[in-house]
């Protein structure tokens, strides 16, 4: 007879892993993989401006991203500048992330979403493609670290 404790755990367990299914593609990035991202895009700096000052704050967002990410959630509010904040900032990427990012995601599908942009998964083999492979080696040698 299986115990009552172990189809609780083994329910439980189901239930958390197609959990991202029913709400959406989830976000599983964690601390390491935020921190590899912040160390590539700005070298942690919340203050960072970058592509000749289209993408600000410590991830390095664009305009149109966090768009994006607002429309997706617009609980989060706010104005464009407010990414220079750096929670306010991963709010926005997991909004883009969970906007975009496919229902299996590995943290290599998230790195290559924030860094090639949404449309990345149907340019396989592009040059865009390998950019954000060089991008995302970077990503995994910072969560190495």
């Avoid at 509010?77 to 709010?91: K, M, N, V």
């Avoid at 290559?112 to 040059?127: P, S, V």
Wanted: proline share 4%.
């Amino acid at each position: 007879m299986i115990s009552p404790v172990r189809v609780c755990v083994c329910v439980c367990a189901l239930l958390w892993a197609c959990a991202g299914a029913w709400a959406g593609a989830p976000v599983r990035a964690d601390d390491r993989f935020f921190a590899a991202l912040a160390h590539v895009e700005s070298k942690g700096d919340p203050n960072a401006v970058g592509d000749g000052g289209a993408a600000i704050g410590i991830y390095q967002i664009h305009r149109n991203y966090w768009k994006d990410a607002v429309q997706h959630d617009p609980s989060i509010g706010g104005r464009y500048e407010d990414c220079y904040d750096p929670a306010y900032a991963r709010r926005i990427v997991v909004a883009y992330m969970s906007r975009y990012a496919p229902a299996n995601a590995t943290y290599e599908d998230l790195a290559r979403l924030h860094n090639g942009g949404c449309g990345i998964f149907k340019r396989k083999g592009t040059k865009a493609w390998r950019n954000t492979t060089a991008y995302w080696n970077k990503i995994r040698e910072a969560m190495n670290r």
